[in-house]
Structure formats: structure tokens, C-alpha cells
């Protein structure tokens, strides 16, 4: 099974932007924070990369296909880890800023 050297080229030229979107991925799994992240970029990001898919289909173009469908995933993963975190954080965050229980007000001297 031979492989027209136009879709080698596209298997490689789709390698690099498809995992555009894994460095953002991999630092918010490491720091467990979504903080510093907009959402949007890789939602609209997947949004046009499914319209991708389909104008890969289209075109017959296995290349196009094959690197977009797993770019969808990766965006998807961006969108779904971002809305976890952002979640959890403001479970987390208390929404005024009273003492906890048997805490003082006064701050300690020294300070």
C-alpha cells in the first residue's frame, strides 16, 4: 500500500498543528488550575476543525481527516478540563472572605 507523497506531506504538516493545543492541556492537568486559560480559543478552535473533518471528507483527504478528528478530541479535552477545574475552584473558594470558626479578625501583632 503506497501513499501519494501529497498525503505524507499533509500527515506531517497536520502532526504539528493538531497538537497545538497539548502544552496548554498538559499545564493544566500539571497545576490542576484552569487559571490563566480562555476556554474559547479551543472551542472555536474544534468548532472549525469539525467543519475541517468535514471538507476532509469531502475532498477524500485522509490526511485532513484523520488529524482533525484527533484535533477535535484534544480541544474537546482543553474545553472539558478548563470548565473542571473552574468548577472545582469555586467549590473550593469561599465567596466572602469571613473567618473560618474560632479565628480572629484582629491581625497579629507585627504584621
Known sequence: MSMP??????FVAGFGT???????LIAMLKRR????????????????QIVWVYYGILVES?????WNIIAVGINFLVVGAYFYFASTTRRHTPLINHPAPG???KSSPGR
Do not use: Y
Not at 34 to 48: K, L, Q, V
Open 5 to 10: 507523497l501529497h498525503e505524507i506531506i499533509g
Open 18 to 24: 493538531t497538537f497545538a493545543a497539548m502544552p496548554d
Open 33 to 48: 488550575s484552569c487559571e490563566g486559560m480562555n476556554p474559547t480559543m479551543a472551542a472555536i478552535m474544534g468548532t472549525f
Open 62 to 66: 485522509r490526511p485532513v481527516i484523520v
Open 103 to 105: 479565628e480572629s479578625t
